[in-house]
Each structure stands twice: as structure tokens, then as C-alpha cells.
């Protein structure tokens, strides 16, 4: 009898290359498994006249298949990690995380010019409070313009004259053959990423054995490290998209983690930057010890302000 499993996920391009990569990978790894896809428009997807921190977060590209995991309808949910909110639905987990694509964010430009070298009124596009917050930090003279969209309709701005630039996820332009596009990748030391920007996340429900242990052959211990370490720093935070924060973990040895993490205020400022060392086991403490940190220098302040705003 041919065995199946069922993934949801959203119709967006990258979504799909994701759900594919993984249904392909599945099927080499567990052969005469059959992988079959359902499309699921998510309220994300149906709301594209505002900024994902008015309506909602990005939590609302994942309610959708949430909701399709739990009552059987699917058996998997391939997301982009950084959508998946702090905390999950009680009954669903995380199956596992494969290999981390590149982390950092991307300028595409149309002159080839570097994020610090546009001029004054250069108009860059970006739906990220984040990334809007860290360019006016490297280049205060730039307009922000706020956008929505899947990655090449983003690019078809730039191309069509309506923006000069667009700042998006070096990850989900590297996954849809669009590297080329990339005016500069932004080096993680001054423009550190969103937690768990780069990683795929693979979401079944928890007591689901068969589908748990048909996942886990595309887990990645490294990458796992990591996303325990920046979820971990999100969750103490309790930050939405309301929130410019940051966080990148790396191994750099094998017995070397090293996590930093940022809260920057709208404009750039204030700007709170710290990082914490230690072993890979205590990933999810090194997390939450730095979240404590940047909230004792100033970085509850800054929550509290962003959330009277919102």
C-alpha cells in the first residue's frame, strides 16, 4: 500500500519552491513515498493593502494551515521560519529544521550602488520595520517606502522604474534562481537578520509518530541549534512585527555557539546591541539570557513605546 503524506502551503512562488524542495527530498529519501501538495490561501496572502505590523504580523501567513494541520486536512506545514510566530497552536511542532540557506538580507538595486553610497531620497522598498530601521542606520538619507508583495513582484518595481531598491531575504532570492539580482548582501555584523530568517520549518501535529519520524530525515542538527536559539530569544521578547528586533546564532566550533541580537528604535535609534557565548546544549538559555540583556539596557523602553503606537 503506497504511503502518503500531505503538505499545505501557501501559492506565493517561494512557498512553492519550498514545499517542492521538501516534497522532492521526501520521496529520495523515503522511497515509494508519495508527497502531494495542497495550496492554502492564508489571510496574509489576502491582505496586501497594509503593512503586515497593522494587521496582524506575520503570523498570518501561518494561521491558515495551521488550522488545516489541526484538523487533519493536511499532515504537513512547510513555512519559512520566520513566519512561524514565538509561540505555537497547542497540538502542532515543529518536525524539524533542514540546512539553513543564507541568513542575511539583500539590497537589489538598479545601479549596482551599495546600501551606505545611495543618494539622499534614494526610494528602497521594504515591508520590514527591521530592515527599514537598520538602511536609515547605514544611510539616513534614503525615503522608505512601504511594500508588500512575493519576491518578484518586489523586483518588478525595481525594474519598472517605481522604486530605486528593494531590501528582501538573500534566502528567498538564492531559492528562486534570483541571486543576480543582488546589488550587495548585508553583512550580518551591521545588519543582523530576523530570527530564523533562512530556515524552513517543517510543522506537524504533535502526536503524528509516522509524520514526526517521515520529516526528521531532513533535520539539520546545526540549523537546529540556531533556530533553538533565536526562537528562543523571540519567544522572551514577546515582540511582534511591531518590533525592530534581530538575531543571528552561529556555530563557530564545534563546541562554540555564539548568538547576537538587536532592538533598534523606527528611525535607527536608539539602537541596542549585544551577543552571548556558549555551548550548542544551552542554545535556548543563550536566547532568552540575551533578550534579558538588550531589555535591561533600554530595549523594554523601546517595546513599550512601539506597542503604544501601534
Known sequence: MTETVRIGTRGSELALWQANHVKAE??????????EL???TTDGDRIQDRPLHEVGGKGLFVKGIEEKLLDGSVDLAVHSMKD??????????????????????AL????????????????????????????????PGLTIVPLRG??????????????????????GLRRLGLAEHITEALDLERFCPAPTQGVLALQC???????????RVMADPTTTIA????????????????????CHAEL????????????????????????????????????????ETLLGMGGQSVIDALDRRA
Open 252 to 291: 563557530r566550533a564545534p563546541d562554540v555557539l555564539v548568538v547576537s541580537g538587536l532592538i533598534v528604535g523606527p528611525g535607527g535609534r536608539p539602537y541596542l546591541k549585544a551577543s552571548k557565548t556558549g555551548v550548542p546544549a544551552d542554545a535556548a538559555n543563550l536566547g532568552t539570557v540575551l533578550a
Open 84 to 105: 512561524l510566530p514565538a509561540e505555537m497552536p497547542a497540538g502542532l511542532v515543529v518536525a524539524c529544521t533542514p540546512v539553513r540557506e543564507d541568513p542575511r538580507d
Open 205 to 215: 501535529r504533535s502526536g503524528d509518530t509516522r509524520v514526526r519520524d517521515i520529516a
Open 108 to 139: 537589489c538595486g538598479r545601479d549596482g550602488v551599495p546600501l551606505a553610497q545611495l543618494p539622499a531620497g534614494t526610494r528602497v522598498g521594504t515591508g520590514s520595520l527591521r530592515r527599514s530601521a537598520l538602511a536609515l542606520r547605514v544611510n
Open 227 to 246: 533556530a533553538t536559539a533565536e526562537r528562543a530569544f523571540l519567544s522572551r521578547l514577546h515582540a511582534g512585527c511591531t518590533v525592530p528586533v534581530g
Open 150 to 171: 512575493n519576491v518578484p513582484t518586489r523586483l518588478r518595481k525595481v525594474g519598472a522604474g517605481e522604486l530605486d531598491a528593494v531590501i528582501l531575504a538573500a534566502a
Open 38 to 40: 495542497e495550496v492554502i
Open 26 to 35: 521526501l520521496e529520495r529519501l523515503h522511497p515509494g513515498l508519495v508527497v
